[in-house]
Antibody, heavy 120, light 110 residues
Framework: QVQLVESGGGVVQPGRSLRLSCAAS????????MHWVRQAPGKGLEWVAI????????FYSDSVKGRFTISRDDSKNTLYLQMNSLRAEDTAVYYC?????????????WGQGTLVTVSS | QSALTQPASVSGSPGQSITISCTGT?????????VSWYQHHPGKAPKLMIY???NRPSGVSNRFSGSKSGNTASLTISGLQAEDEADYYC??????????FGTGTKVTVL
């Protein structure tokens, strides 16, 4: 069965960096686009970024563009999110999600999330 | 990119129908048919309920239906059941080749 397991969250000071990982199993990772989505405490879901299955195309939300980098290692079935220049407003649970087979605009499987807290 | 606008809450009695709206602009909801809806029970992974405006994934009850008119998409839940109580989010593809979520709607079954 499809499994997505995020890791790497924790408490980090403003301005510092953190890298999240998402280990995938149960499907051919290289054939699917992969997203990061976040949810701040008490807030709604917010799309963060996508890496297409070919690895060449990557898109970001305006709120993280230039600070976050999404990448993937298909040999390790792992998705990454490098987060630099972190701000308090980046505090959230970060989920990785698989793009639906019909379109990268949808998510069909999600991980359970990893909490990132940006605080001094 | 601003979040799509949804009502904060919608409620209904068991067996009733409710509709959740999702309002965007011509640069997102109105410009593309890449609109989807997710059901999110707190502490669980969100579940895809509708994609391509009105298509249901396999396994999703036909009590859930989607539609779109202009810049507003809608999710209708008919025959409301206690298990439908959850948060619901719409999403849309945008002209910037990004995705945007709605503000979220809490559905309460009275």
């Amino acid at each position: 069965q499809v499994q997505l397991v995020e890791s790497g969250g924790g408490v980090v000071q403003p301005g510092r960096s953190l890298r999240l990982s998402c280990a995938a199993s149960g499907f051919t990772f290289s054939s699917y686009g992969m997203h990061w989505v976040r949810q701040a405490p008490g807030k709604g879901l917010e799309w963060v970024a996508i890496a297409w299955h070919d690895g060449g195309n990557k898109f970001y939300s305006d709120s993280v563009k230039g600070r976050f980098t999404i990448s993937r290692d298909d040999s390790k079935n792992t998705l990454y999110l490098q987060m630099n220049s972190l701000r308090a407003e980046d505090t959230a649970v970060y989920y990785c999600a698989r793009a639906h087979s019909s379109s990268w605009a949808y998510f069909d499987y999600w991980g359970q999330g990893t909490l990132v807290t940006v605080s001094s | 990119q601003s979040a799509l606008t949804q009502p904060a809450s919608v409620s209904g009695s068991p067996g009733q129908s409710i509709t959740i709206s999702c309002t965007g602009t011509s640069s997102d909801v109105g410009g593309y048919n890449y609109v989807s809806w997710y059901q999110h029970h707190p502490g669980k992974a969100p579940k895809l309920m509708i994609y391509d405006v009105s298509n249901r994934p396999s396994g999703v009850s036909n009590r859930f239906s989607g539609s779109k008119s202009g810049n507003t998409a809608s999710l209708t839940i008919s025959g409301l059941q206690a298990e439908d109580e959850a948060d619901y989010y719409c999403t849309s593809y945008t002209s910037s080749a990004t995705l945007v979520f709605g503000t979220g709607t809490k559905v309460t079954v009275l």
